[in-house]
């Protein structure tokens, strides 16, 4: 199962830096001047996409950044975001940044293993604070309209831009004042087991979660029985074509979650239908099972020969069905923090929602398949979380949220069990009920749930705050 869900690629105007012709200000792609490696093992230079919106820009407002995280950087991410709303409160310019690797920004031409070593949390950083540097000390050379000097700057993001989010306010405070980060999962584990439980909690939520993970069991039990004519049956009910049994497992787990991400909205829950509403009673488990998957395919428009490329298990050829944003997500889970989602140990007392052939190893053999050996796959997740998580206990004005029904909760700042992070007087943690994942971010829209409003009005006072009081703290009681 991908370990990251990328966002399409749209096309983006490319024009020289410093000579935009303006179509729509959000539109315009922008190019700054990076270094491959900044930490001296390679001087090269390449140009990093970015995108601006200075509609409401006004002398001496605040500099508002984000990034598409782990997809491409499209006009979505300058005019569909709160980032926008954010920008409009407070007279300020939003600005996008692509990472490196994906999409057009690419410091090398290629992304070999040997490549992708220079995709790193620090290069990515520096990346950022380079850009915010020059923002602040020669800000008419990265925007196309006169901003002050020195002005203060809000890092916001969703999902893994939210990570960055973070991570920039505390890797660089003098430069970011603030990070607004929507469903960051900044606590990593080897085996992220947690995924699939905060998946299985949604569909306990809903009423369907007991059934659905008996349905998971009697798969497993054809999948286990090395029965050939007993597999293929199961293939045949589930709709899919010829697969080796981890990809059965692997695509049927993909296609039963393929809602799990979509909004939750006072009109309903995306889940409660694609899910949920199969299994009626009387209906076997597996087989309401299998009629999820056959609903999903057809959702997706996926053919039997899409379906058969999604098999990564039964290959000796490499990259199989990994487009770019996923192959530059996979290289990062398999050398810096891993969090593989696996399956529940069969001896913690949990229900499994995913087949028990999600494993580790499963995973791990993935990463010297599509990139060799010689790079070290097996990241020590302790020594990545004490140095990019447990600072975070200290780092001060950050706004956390996470949806109660986020997939991802399990490694965000609040699981179900409670706050894994202390917070400080300039910081807060929000678990938005009834929310999925990173709703909060997104434009306001007449189908948010009550809940939704409320996170992003704590959210916007913080950062009114944050702006209006450099060198103070900021106490809980004081967001309204």
């Known amino acids: 199962m991908a370990r990251?869900?990328?966002?399409?690629?749209?096309?983006?105007?490319?024009?020289?830096?410093?000579?935009?012709?303006?179509?729509?200000?959000?539109?315009?792609?922008?190019?700054?001047?990076?270094?491959?490696?900044?930490?001296?093992r390679n001087d090269q230079q390449w140009e990093q996409h970015?995108?601006?919106?200075?509609?409401?820009?006004?002398?001496?407002?605040?500099?508002?950044?984000?990034?598409?995280?782990?997809?491409?950087?499209?006009?979505?991410?300058?005019?569909?975001?709160?980032?926008?709303?954010?920008?409009?409160?407070?007279?300020?310019?939003?600005?996008?940044?692509?990472?490196?690797?994906?999409?057009?920004?690419?410091?090398?031409?290629?992304?070999?293993?040997?490549?992708?070593?220079?995709?790193?949390?620090?290069?990515?950083?520096?990346?950022?604070a380079s850009f915010i540097r020059e923002a602040k000390t020669n800000p008419s050379s990265v925007f196309p309209v006169a901003v002050t000097e020195d002005a203060q700057v809000v890092f916001a993001g969703s999902s893994f831009a939210a990570n960055v989010a973070v991570w920039m306010r505390s890797t660089y405070p003098d430069l970011v004042a603030g990070a607004w980060a929507s469903s960051a999962f900044v606590y990593n584990r080897l085996e992220n087991y947690q995924f699939e439980q905060s998946f299985g909690y949604h569909l306990e939520q809903l009423g369907c979660g007991s059934r659905f993970a008996q349905a998971v069991r009697d798969l497993d039990y054809i999948l286990f029985s090395d029965d050939q004519v007993l597999i293929d049956s199961a293939l045949e009910l589930f709709g899919l074509p010829s697969l080796s049994v981890q990809g059965v497992a692997s695509v049927v787990s993909d296609m039963a979650m393929s809602e799990a991400l979509a909004q939750i909205t006072v009109n309903g829950d995306p889940v409660a239908e694609a899910v949920c509403a199969?299994?009626?009673?009387?209906?076997?488990?597996?087989?309401?099972?299998?009629?999820?998957?056959?609903?999903?395919?057809?959702?997706?428009?996926?053919?039997?020969?899409?379906?058969?490329?999604?098999?990564?298990?039964?290959?000796?050829?490499?990259?199989?069905?990994?487009?770019?944003?996923?192959?530059?997500?996979?290289?990062?889970?398999?050398?810096?923090?891993?969090?593989?989602?696996?399956?529940?140990?069969?001896?913690?007392?949990?229900?499994?929602?995913i087949s028990q052939l999600m494993t580790l190893d499963l995973s791990l053999s993935q990463c010297r398949r599509h990139f060799g050996h010689h790079v070290d796959f097996v990241g020590n997740v302790d020594s990545f979380n004490r140095k990019w998580f447990y600072p975070l206990h200290s780092t001060t004005n950050i706004f956390y949220t996470v949806g109660s029904l986020d997939i991802w909760r399990g490694s965000s700042v609040a699981p179900v069990s409670g706050h894994i992070i202390r917070t400080n007087s300039n910081s807060h943690i929000e678990v938005i009920e009834g929310a999925g994942h990173a709703q909060d971010f997104d434009m306001e829209s007449v189908s948010d749930i009550l809940s939704i409003k409320r996170a992003r009005h704590i959210g916007d006072t913080l950062v009114k705050k944050w702006l209006g009081h450099r060198n103070r703290y900021i106490r809980l009681d004081e967001v309204e």
């Open 4 to 40: 990251f869900l990328a966002l399409s690629i749209v096309a983006a105007l490319v024009i020289v830096p410093g000579h935009a012709t303006h179509t729509g200000n959000q539109d315009v792609a922008y190019w700054f001047t990076q270094r491959v490696d900044h930490f001296g």
């Open 50 to 128: 970015y995108m601006v919106n200075h509609t409401y820009y006004k002398a001496g407002g605040p500099i508002f950044i984000t990034t598409p995280g782990d997809s491409a950087l499209t006009s979505h991410h300058t005019s569909m975001t709160h980032l926008i709303r954010l920008a409009q409160q407070h007279n300020g310019i939003a600005v996008a940044i692509e990472q490196r690797f994906y999409g057009s920004s690419a410091p090398l031409p290629d992304l070999s293993a040997s490549s992708l070593e220079y995709m790193t949390a620090e290069n990515m950083l520096a990346d950022f």
């Open 278 to 353: 199969h299994f009626s009673k009387g209906t076997p488990a597996l087989v309401s099972y299998a009629n999820v998957v056959k609903a999903a395919i057809k959702r997706r428009g996926l053919s039997p020969a899409q379906l058969s490329s999604m098999d990564n298990y039964n290959r000796t050829d490499t990259r199989v069905s990994l487009n770019q944003p996923d192959l530059v997500s996979y290289f990062i889970s398999c050398t810096w923090f891993s969090n593989w989602i696996t399956a529940t140990p069969r001896n913690s007392g949990l229900d499994s929602y």
